[in-house]
């Protein structure tokens, strides 16, 4: 869960994140830079695990078709035998 956090100016005049606990006191606090960059980085895992997960589904489903296409062909291959042993069997 996401926690609310509060801006504050540090007495160097440094911008800090203050995040509070229920009864109002101050859980922790963070210089701004470094929870800004945190946040960053959190979104981008995020965003390349996505992308990589969008790039992976088109090449199952080619690697499922080619399955297919392959069964077919050996499935056409069969019939097609057959086909030829019963022509010959009704020849002789």
Do not use: C, W
């Not at 994140?17 to 830079?33: C, H, L, M, P, W």
């Not at 895992?45 to 077919?72: C, N």
Request: charged fraction near 40%; hydrophobic fraction near 40%.
């Amino acid at each position: 869960m996401a926690t609310k956090r509060t801006t504050l100016r540090s007495s160097a005049g440094k911008k800090l994140y203050a995040v509070r606990n229920e009864d109002g006191t101050f859980k922790d606090i963070q210089s701004y830079a470094k929870a800004h960059a945190a946040d960053i980085k959190k979104a981008a895992k995020k965003e390349v695990a996505k992308k990589a997960a969008k790039k992976a589904a088109p090449k199952k489903a080619a690697a499922k078709k080619a399955v297919k296409k392959a069964v077919k062909k050996v499935a056409a291959k069969k019939a097609a035998a057959k086909k030829a042993v019963k022509k010959a069997a009704k020849k002789k």
